[in-house]
C-alpha cells in the first residue's frame, strides 16, 4: 500500500518530533564527553536487561485480539520477591534478541505484539506511517504522536534503530476511509523496540532525553512507501552498495554525493535514470487485462488511468557485460537506454 509522500523537514516544524528538536532553551550549553561506543554498549546492555529483568506485560491481552493497539499495553514492574500476575509475561521471556553493527556491535530487543496482516514490510530507507510513544528506562514519557504520522526513515534525524525495526513488522491488513477525514486500520504491526543509546542519539542531550540514554519505542506501523530520494528510477534500499543498512556512507563515484541522493552514481557522464532500461505496459481492464508481473529488477516509476485502461512506466536495472555490476554504478558502461536512435 502506498501513502502520500510529506516532506519531514516541514512535518519536523509541524509536530516537533524529537529526533528534529534541539533544545535552544538552554543558557548554558552543556558539554558531554564523548565515550568509545563499544564500551557505552556494554553498559546500555546492562541497563536494558535489568529493566527487561524486572518489568512484566499483560500477554493475554494479545492472545487471538484480531486489532491489538499499544494503547492495550501495560508495562509493570515486578516487586522483589514477587511472581509474576497470571495472564502477564516477564519481558525477559517474551523480547526477540536482535544484533546490528552500527560503528560498534550493538544488541537490541523487539517485543513482537502482533506482527501486521499487510503483505508489505518497509525497507530501511522507506516512509512509515505509524503512532509511537517514546519513554525512558524511568517511564518518563519524552514523545509521542498519537494519530498516524508520516516519517522518512533515512532522513538524518530519524535514530538508526527505527531503521532496524520497522523493517521486520509487516504494515496493516486493510484500511478504510470512512469520508470523514479519518482511516480506520486494522490487524496493524504493533511492538516495542528497547534500544541502546547507540541506536539512538548516544552523546546527543535531546529534550528529555540525557545523553546516553537507552530508549523505549511502542509503535503501531499502519503503512509504507517505497522511497526513491533522488528519482533517479532507483529504489533508496538498492542504494545501498555494502548491504549494512544505511545509505549516507555508500557513494560510488565519492563526489560527496550518497548515491541515493545522487542522480549520476557512477559519474560517469549518463544520469542513472537513463543507464536503466525502460519499459511501458498498456492494460485495459475493461478487457479483462491484468497488470503485469514485474521482474525482480524491474520497478514501477510512474501510472496513470484513463477509462478503464491503465499505463504503468517502469524502469529495469540493466547489465550490460554481465559482470555482477549494474550499469549505472559501472563507469566504464555508458550506454543511454533512454537515447532515441
Not at 536494558?48 to 499499544?70: A, F, K, M, Q, R
Not at 534525524?157 to 478504510?176: C, D, L, M, T, Y
Not at 528529555?208 to 532507483?234: C, R, T
Not at 520497478?299 to 549505472?328: C, P, Q, W, Y
Amino acid at each position: 500500500m502506498k501513502i502520500k509522500r510529506v516532506l519531514l523537514i516541514t512535518l519536523c516544524v509541524i509536530i516537533g518530533f524529537v529526533s528534529c528538536s534541539k533544545d535552544d532553551n538552554r543558557d548554558d550549553p552543556i558539554i558531554v564527553d564523548l565515550r568509545d561506543r563499544a564500551e557505552q554498549q556494554v553498559i546500555d546492555r546492562d541497563s536494558l536487561i535489568g529493566y527487561l529483568e524486572t518489568h512484566y506485560y499483560n500477554s493475554s491481552v494479545y492472545v487471538g485480539n484480531p486489532n491489538p493497539s499499544i494503547n492495550d499495553l501495560v508495562i509493570t514492574e515486578l516487586p522483589d520477591g514477587e511472581s509474576v500476575p497470571a495472564d502477564h509475561t516477564l519481558l525477559i521471556d517474551a523480547i526477540e534478541i536482535k544484533t546490528t553493527v552500527f560503528e560498534a556491535d550493538y544488541e537490541y530487543y523487539i517485543l513482537r505484539l502482533n506482527q501486521g496482516g499487510g503483505v508489505d514490510r518497509p525497507n530501511f530507507s522507506d516512509d512509515v506511517r505509524v503512532i509511537y510513544t517514546g519513554n525512558l528506562l524511568d517511564e518518563e514519557v519524552f514523545d509521542s504522536a498519537v494519530t498516524p504520522t508520516d516519517f522518512d526513515l533515512v532522513n538524518p534525524n530519524i535514530i538508526s534503530g527505527w531503521r532496524k525495526v520497522f523493517p521486520s513488522f509487516n504494515v496493516a491488513e486493510s484500511f478504510i476511509e470512512p469520508g470523514d477525514g479519518t482511516i480506520s486500520f486494522s490487524n496493524v504491526g504493533v511492538g516495542v523496540m528497547f534500544l541502546p543509546s547507540g541506536l539512538g542519539f548516544f552523546s546527543s542531550i535531546q529534550n528529555g532525553i540525557p545523553a546516553y540514554s537507552p530508549l523505549i519505542f511502542k509503535f503501531e506501523l499502519y503503512q509504507s512507501e517505497i522511497n526513491d530520494h533522488d528519482s533517479d528510477g532507483v529504489p533508496s534500499y538498492l542504494e545501498d552498495i555494502d548491504d549494512d543498512g544505511e545509505v549516507f556512507n555508500d557513494d560510488t563515484d565519492e563526489n560527496g554525493i550518497p548515491n541515493y541522493f545522487d542522480v549520476d552514481d557512477d559519474g560517469d557522464g549518463v544520469l542513472t535514470i537513463n543507464e536503466l532500461e525502460h519499459k511501458e505496459y498498456i492494460v485495459d481492464t475493461n478487457e479483462g487485462e491484468q497488470e503485469p508481473i514485474l521482474d525482480a529488477d524491474e520497478f514501477e516509476i510512474s501510472r496513470s488511468e484513463n477509462l478503464g485502461v491503465i499505463t504503468i512506466n517502469t524502469v529495469k536495472i540493466m547489465d550490460s557485460n554481465n559482470d555482477g555490476l549494474a550499469d549505472f554504478l559501472d563507469e566504464n558502461i555508458t550506454i543511454n537506454y533512454n537515447e532515441e536512435d
